[in-house]
């Protein structure tokens, strides 16, 4: 019987996702016949995995030390096999101005922006209002502010911010919010994410009921394509493989050109209002089916 280590929890600001993230995929795996250890993962886990032994890792890890290369390399070195993107892949999706330029070179449209230290950010913004500002190295949306106020009220109000944090800020892109997710290199669907208010956050993204999910996107049909052609494009210029969720911005007042690329998600969320098991069902894969894959394809880096 293969043995799998489950990875979640962990020390980033999504832990309690990825705690979630994690039972379900757990919980998945005990269905279809494996053996499976569960790893709320810490300091320790070198020790762990050794004492444990693995067969694979499903990593359900999120954010810093979970899917931006640091824990991918420890797999490696343990020659322990491992879903989702490798350590190289990992770390450039999470370094979000890094990802910008990797994005431009592969000829995908970024919007304007720049990355700057928090302080610098509060003392000469590098654009009027409305921009959006960010951490230069999370995920889901934690810290994510759009600024529409001059005096940038709401950053001013982060009292605990490292002044010398690095920060991406982009142009507010008006208009719809979609993401795409990609399996082995083949984009699934697009999918509309519809607010009932605000943008989507880290709260609308976790919290049912906050945000609609428009399955498939009403877009167009050149401009669906073009996501989804999108999204592959991207998912292969960083080099990821298993599985990836590309967001984007459409902004329908400059037709087909108004597709912007925001981010890649080298490990996308696994819990029940998650994007990418949704696409996998619309597509006709069950969530047993979408884990049992990734634990499939399973690898160390090369």
Same mark, same amino acid.
């Not at 954010?63 to 420890?74: K, N, P, S």
């Given at each position: 019987m293969t043995h799998v280590a489950v990875l979640m929890g962990g020390m980033s600001?999504? *832990? =309690?996702?990825?705690?979630? &993230?994690?039972?379900?995929?757990?919980?998945?795996?005990?269905?279809?016949?494996? $053996?499976?250890? *569960?790893?709320? /993962?810490?300091?320790?886990?070198?020790?762990?995995?050794?004492?444990?032994?693995?067969?694979v890792i499903f990593n359900a890890l999120h954010g810093r030390f979970g899917e931006?290369? $640091? /824990?991918?390399?420890?797999?490696?070195?343990?020659?322990?096999?491992?879903?989702? &993107?490798?350590?190289?892949?990992? !770390?450039?999706?999470?370094?979000?101005?890094?990802?910008?330029?990797?994005?431009?070179?592969?000829?995908? $449209?970024?919007?304007?922006?720049?990355?700057?230290?928090? !302080?610098?950010?509060?003392?000469?913004?590098?654009?009027?209002?409305?921009?959006?500002?960010?951490?230069?190295?999370?995920?889901?949306?934690?810290?994510?502010?759009?600024?529409?106020?001059?005096?940038?009220?709401?950053?001013?109000?982060?009292?605990?911010?490292?002044?010398?944090?690095?920060?991406?800020?982009?142009?507010?892109?008006?208009?719809?919010?979609?993401?795409?997710?990609?399996?082995?290199? =083949?984009?699934?669907?697009?999918?509309?994410?519809?607010?009932? =208010?605000?943008?989507?956050?880290?709260?609308?993204?976790?919290?049912?009921? /906050? !945000?609609?999910?428009?399955?498939?996107?009403?877009?167009?049909?050149?401009?669906?394509?073009?996501?989804?052609?999108? !999204?592959?494009?991207?998912?292969?210029?960083?080099?990821?493989?298993?599985?990836?969720?590309?967001?984007?911005?459409?902004?329908?007042? =400059?037709?087909?050109?108004?597709?912007?690329?925001?981010?890649?998600?080298?490990?996308?969320?696994?819990?029940?209002? &998650?994007?990418?098991?949704?696409?996998?069902?619309?597509?006709?894969? &069950?969530?047993?089916?979408?884990?049992? *894959?990734?634990?499939?394809?399973?690898?160390?880096?090369?």
């Amino acid at each position: 019987m293969t043995h799998v280590a489950v990875l979640m929890g962990g020390m980033s600001a999504e *832990r =309690e996702v990825s705690l979630t &993230s994690g039972e379900a995929c757990a919980a998945a795996l005990e269905e279809r016949g494996y $053996r499976v250890s *569960r790893i709320d /993962v810490g300091r320790d886990l070198p020790a762990v995995l050794a004492a444990l032994r693995p067969d694979v890792i499903f990593n359900a890890l999120h954010g810093r030390f979970g899917e931006d290369g $640091r /824990v991918q390399g420890l797999f490696d070195l343990m020659g322990i096999p491992y879903t989702h &993107s490798g350590v190289l892949a990992s !770390a450039l999706a999470m370094d979000k101005p890094m990802a910008r330029r990797i994005f431009a070179e592969a000829g995908l $449209r970024v919007p304007e922006g720049r990355e700057i230290r928090f !302080a610098d950010l509060l003392e000469s913004p590098p654009f009027p209002p409305p921009f959006v500002a960010k951490p230069a190295a999370e995920g889901s949306s934690v810290g994510v502010v759009i600024v529409r106020d001059p005096d940038l009220a709401e950053l001013r109000g982060r009292n605990r911010a490292d002044p010398d944090a690095r920060m991406l800020v982009e142009r507010y892109i008006p208009g719809r919010e979609l993401t795409c997710s990609v399996l082995g290199g =083949e984009p699934l669907a697009v999918t509309e994410i519809a607010p009932e =208010e605000g943008f989507y956050d880290y709260r609308a993204k976790y919290t049912p009921n /906050v !945000a609609r999910h428009l399955l498939p996107a009403p877009l167009p049909g050149r401009v669906y394509a073009r996501v989804m052609e999108a !999204a592959a494009t991207a998912h292969a210029a960083l080099g990821c493989r298993g599985l990836s969720r590309a967001d984007f911005r459409f902004d329908p007042e =400059e037709g087909e050109a108004g597709l912007y690329i925001l981010e890649v998600n080298t490990q996308p969320g696994m819990t029940p209002l &998650s994007l990418a098991p949704e696409q996998a069902a619309h597509c006709g894969l &069950s969530f047993a089916d979408l884990v049992e *894959r990734l634990l499939e394809e399973a690898r160390c880096d090369r």
